[in-house]
């Protein structure tokens, strides 16, 4: 079965310093993956594709099928980055989109 | 202009009624979904729809009954509410395969 782990529940970092958000798949098909992002009291929305290979607020992230991780970077975290991100997982022939816990970013001054 | 919406955004209700969240979607997507996000934002998939028919059920209790009478629309019922239905429901539509969008969620309490 599919399952997608987001190993920090919690990520606190200064303004200005590189951000990781660690995702990891297990998957036996080919990945189809997502990072979604949800702001404070809004909804959830996308905030980038695998697919697209492009970089989002400054945000990327490369899928690694050797390591099954899709881990979303930013060199330098901005106060507006905070919120919750998940990472996702499409399967089921388009039709399954699995999340993972989510890792609540928190930025600093 | 709203893509997807739900209704009503906060509810709260006695332990054993029986209530109902719609959604609506105007974007022409063939894929509704319904999500529980629980205190710890934990978002966990509940059904799938494709056209009208119900592809997922991820073992939800049958007290939760989804409905869609059309593929804009993915209704969810809910019997005999318990207090550990209490949570944020969000309906999502996408075309198959592409971006996920979201309604604005559902806060469903039970007392």
Known sequence: ?109 | DTAVSQTPKYLVTQMGNDKSIKCEQNLGHDTMYWYKQDSKKFLKIMFSYNNKELIINETVPNRFSPKSPDKAHLNLHINSLELGDSAVYFCASTRTGTEAFFGQGTRLTVV
């Open chain 1, 1 to 109: 079965a599919q399952r997608v782990t987001q190993p920090e529940k919690l990520l606190s970092v200064f303004k200005g310093a590189p951000v990781e958000l660690k995702c990891n798949y297990s998957y036996s098909g080919s990945p189809e993956l997502f990072w979604y992002v949800q702001y404070s009291r809004q909804r959830l929305q996308l905030l980038l594709r695998h697919i697209s290979r492009e970089s989002i607020k400054g945000f990327t992230a490369d899928l690694n099928k050797g390591e099954t991780s899709f881990h979303l970077k930013k060199p330098f975290a901005q106060e507006e980055d905070s919120a919750m991100y998940y990472c996702a997982l499409l399967t089921g022939g388009g039709n399954k989109l699995t999340f993972g816990t989510g890792t609540q970013l928190k930025v600093e001054l």
